[in-house]
């Protein structure tokens, strides 16, 4: 039998209204594209480490390696309380047996790649990775992951399946029906 591919996503991409302002950030086409063949499994790391929804958003500050999270006018650190909530739910996705993550990019928790740091200069380079995303990639180095802005090139978004169906054939151990009906589709 096989076990459904369980693709984890940053909630805001499903249009779940969690953002620091009460809004989403619904990408209708990943949506579409992946609907019919994959069991989301949404996670918002602000949210679910117990900030409020709508908050003061947050940036990445200090070393690119070894970021802080702080509010940008306040200027409260959650990095302790991010990094404690996170240890948790790897655990609890680990048992769940994701085939991968869409992480939504630039976001100082959830952004995968290039997400600003800023310095006390206040300079900002783009060399940072969101804390949770970071820890996700530290704990599964194998699992495909990517951002809805690269998956929105569709030879990204092919290889993407590509590296999702290998996982879910690890896991079940034969090809997924879904397979071939989604390469179809590019
Ligand atoms: S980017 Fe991540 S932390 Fe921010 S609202 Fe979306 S899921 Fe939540």
Not at 38 to 45: D, I, S, Y
Not at 58 to 63: K, P, W
Not at 70 to 93: A, I
Not at 157 to 170: A, C, K, S, T, W
Request: proline residues 8%; hydrophobic residues 35%; contains cysteine.
């Amino acid at each position: 039998m096989n076990t459904p591919l369980r693709l984890g996503i940053s909630a805001c991409l499903l249009g779940e209204k969690v953002r620091y302002d009460g809004g989403h950030k619904l990408d209708r086409s990943l949506k579409e594209a992946f609907d019919r063949y994959v069991e989301w499994v949404p996670v918002c790391p602000e949210v679910e480490c117990g900030l409020s929804v709508p908050r003061e958003p947050m940036r990445l500050v200090g070393d690119p390696a070894t970021p802080r999270l702080v509010t940008e006018v306040s200027g409260v650190d959650h990095t302790e309380r991010m990094h404690r909530w996170t240890q948790k739910k790897l655990s609890s996705l680990e048992k769940m047996g994701l085939c991968g993550f869409v992480f939504k990019s630039r976001s100082p928790s959830s952004g995968l790649r290039r997400v600003k740091v800023y310095s006390g200069l206040g300079e900002a380079p783009r060399l940072g990775r969101g804390l949770f995303a970071a820890a996700f990639v530290e704990r599964f180095p194998h699992l495909p992951v990517e951002d809805e802005e690269r998956l929105a090139d569709p030879k990204v978004r092919e290889n993407f399946i590509e590296r999702l169906f290998v996982v879910g054939r690890q896991h079940s151990l034969s090809p997924h029906p879904a397979e071939s009906m989604l390469r179809n589709r590019w």
